[in-house]
């Protein structure tokens, strides 16, 4: 079964430059983050957490409580890179935790029940 991601050209770029190790264009950052992100948001519907990925988006998901005003109480921040590489499998929410890649806040920070995407 293919995933929606893998057919994203942006998300297939970014993928084969990170694997070779060459950071991705920005245009091509942009389309992966935004099309992984509209994922994440698809899979667990939801407004209990936020996901944001500066500069390029940030979604609500994930059941409990919704948030509508002011700051969210669960947050979870992270590079575009570090955002790519969890979707996919790349990386593991565990090891983006230890090596402070991700940045979290609130009871419902944890998204590693819907990664990989």
């Not at 969890?86 to 090891?95: D, F, Q, V």
Request: glycine content about 8%; charged content about 20%; aromatic content about 4%.
């Amino acid at each position: 079964m293919s995933s929606p991601h893998n057919k994203s050209a942006a998300v297939t770029a970014a993928l084969a430059d990170l694997d070779a190790g060459r950071t991705p264009d920005r245009t091509i950052l942009r389309d992966a983050v935004r099309a992984l992100l509209s994922e994440l948001a698809r899979r667990a519907p939801g407004r209990a957490v936020e996901v944001r990925v500066p500069p390029y988006g940030a979604v609500q998901c994930g059941a409990g409580p919704r948030h509508t005003r002011g700051t969210p109480p669960n947050v979870v921040e992270m590079g575009p890179v570090t955002w790519i590489r969890l979707a996919t499998g790349r990386t593991s929410w565990p090891e983006a935790v230890a090596q402070d890649l991700v940045e979290t806040s609130g009871i419902r920070s944890d998204i590693s029940a819907y990664l990989p995407l």
